[in-house]
T-cell receptor, first 116, second 112 residues
């Protein structure tokens, strides 16, 4: 069974600074997706970034980038130039990539506070 | 292209009543997933449906909970005889086969 671990329950960062959120996972699958979802106080689940395991290049989306280390089963999220609107819960998630489907497995989340 | 729609956004029920949560997937998506988020926790998978079929309900409690995705209309998650422990946020997601799941805004159920 797949598991996703986020070892930092809470983090804070000064506005305009950079912060890195950690995530590790365990799987025997070779082909899968990894995601970071953001959940602001509105409770909406927002996809931040997606990484396909077969791609060696780390995904980037504007101020968000990942450090994907497949051998180490590590998938950290870096937020550059942090903004107040980045304050939210961040969930790391895993999904095996199959021709049919697989459920998304979520980590427990990291609560990020951006301090003015 | 409208996103995943869920209604109601907030639902209050008394113990013993029924709760019905609705989800309309994104246009072009035929796969629907329901997740539950208890307070201070991450999302936990409940059930996966395609049109008129339940594919995987391994995360759904065996009693009182049921889900459907009819040929026409939204997917429905039904909770009968609600108890206080059912209070949670219920999220629906949709996708094309084997692809990224996109989430709706959730329904927050409060059981008094």
């Amino acid at each position: 069974a797949q598991t996703v671990t986020q070892s930092q329950p809470e983090m804070s960062v000064q506005e305009a600074e950079t912060v890195t959120l950690s995530c590790t996972y365990d799987t025997s699958e070779n082909n899968y997706y990894l995601f970071w979802y953001k959940q602001p106080p509105s409770r909406q689940m927002i996809l931040v970034i997606r990484q396909e395991a077969y791609k060696q290049q780390n995904a980037t989306e504007n101020r968000f980038s990942v450090n994907f280390q497949k051998a180490a089963k590590s998938f950290s999220l870096k937020i550059s130039d942090s903004q107040l609107g980045d304050t939210a819960m961040y969930f790391c998630a895993f999904m095996a990539r199959k021709t049919s489907y697989d459920k998304v497995i979520f980590g427990p989340g990291t609560s990020l506070s951006v301090i003015p | 292209n409208a996103g995943v729609m869920q209604n109601p956004r907030h639902l209050v029920r008394r113990r013993g009543q029924e709760a019905r949560l609705r989800c309309s997937p994104m246009k072009g998506h035929s796969h629907v997933y329901w997740y539950r988020q208890l307070p201070e926790e991450g999302l936990k998978f409940m059930v996966y449906l395609q049109k008129e079929n339940i594919i995987d309900e391994s995360g759904m409690p065996k009693e009182r909970f049921s889900a459907e995705f009819p040929k026409e209309g939204p997917s429905i998650l039904r909770i009968q005889q609600v108890v206080r422990g059912d209070s949670a946020a219920y999220f629906c997601a949709s996708s094309q086969v084997g692809d990224t799941q996109y989430f709706g805004p959730g329904t927050r159920l409060t059981v008094l």
